[in-house]
């Protein structure tokens, strides 16, 4: 499932990787801390088929997480209706991931499969549990089962509570079947925009706290922002209403790391509210600026691409 929610997701993995933890710990179990070393691993591998042809798999991700017996881990991302087609494709990855980390020693073959889960963004009467595999093999059978997140399930509470904050990515999915109902009716819009509202002020306070940064509070929102896009493509009012508040806040999150960097830097506020009023007069160059206002080129660039966010 080649689609922007497979992307957010790979994106939210490759810029902000100790998110992962606490989803790992939620499905499988674990204890981890967050500060265990995680290695990805890369994530396109070629299936042998039967015409000679090499079929290209990607896996959504494939890492190791490194703590007290490092652990490799195989998490996919789905949204559509469960049918037997998707364990089928698991099991193609799981055993592609096997093989390429394989080792043989004295003819002697040994294979280590991944622990898989799978994020299912819709949930459906048919969505179960979790999947099993049943391997009959001459020598015996294996059977385990692959668990399942149900990302609609989870509140905002939960999300906060088990720091589960890259779920916020998929946050929208919960309110999709109410979305005709958001569209035609303001005061129900406006509740919607409310949620969003505490996931930003939450989100602010966490960065405040030290429990993450700039950047993957920037992140969360930039994504989420084009995920409700994406979701809402039907429904101008939703798409507009929340995806112009992610929007805003982006722009605004962006602008305070800015002015935190020109403060650090010696800047006074008064130069930048300078140049962003001479830039959106639109009638001095970004040098004519740099030079009457005493910033940098580089600095006004930023606030010039501020301006057209």
Do not use: W
């Not at 992307?7 to 992962?20: E, H, Q, S, V, Y």
């Not at 998490?75 to 592609?96: H, M, N, W």
């Not at 009012?237 to 650090?264: C, F, H, P, W, Y």
């Amino acid at each position: 499932m080649a689609n922007i929610y497979d992307g957010a997701f790979r994106t939210i993995l490759n810029d902000c990787r100790k998110l992962i933890i606490p989803v790992i710990n939620e499905i499988f179990g674990e204890t981890y801390t967050g500060e265990e070393e995680i290695q990805f691993f890369p994530n396109e591998h070629f299936l042998d088929q039967q015409d000679g042809a090499d079929k290209e798999r990607i896996t959504d991700t494939n890492f190791t997480v490194f703590g007290k017996i490092p652990k490799k881990y195989h998490v996919e991302c789905e949204s559509s209706l469960p049918d037997g087609k998707i364990t089928i494709r698991l099991f193609e990855y799981d055993a592609q991931i096997a093989l390429d980390e394989s080792e043989v020693t004295e003819e002697t073959l040994t294979v280590t499969f991944p622990n898989t889960a799978v994020l299912y963004l819709r949930t459906y009467k048919k969505t179960p549990d979790k999947m099993k595999y049943v391997i009959i093999t001459p020598g015996g059978t294996v059977q385990y089962d692959v668990p399942i997140m149900k990302v609609q399930t989870y509140s905002l509470d939960d999300i906060f509570e088990k720091n589960l904050l890259m779920l916020i990515l998929f946050y929208i999915f919960s309110h999709e079947k109410s979305f005709p109902e958001y569209n035609s009716n303001e005061q129900k819009l406006k509740e919607l925009k409310a949620k969003y509202q505490e996931i930003l002020k939450r989100l602010d306070e966490l960065e405040q706290q030290g429990v993450i940064g700039a950047f993957d509070k920037r992140t969360i929102i930039e994504i989420s922002g084009d995920v409700i896009k994406e979701i809402a493509q039907k429904y101008e009012n939703v798409q507009k209403g929340v995806g112009d508040m992610m929007s805003g806040a982006l722009i605004e999150t962006s602008a305070r790391t800015i002015l935190n960097q020109g403060k650090s830097q010696g800047i006074s506020q008064n130069q930048r509210e300078t140049a962003l009023r001479m830039l959106k007069r639109g009638k001095m160059t970004i040098e004519e600026i740099a030079e009457d206002t005493g910033l940098s080129v580089a600095e006004v660039e930023q606030l010039a691409e501020l301006q057209t966010m």
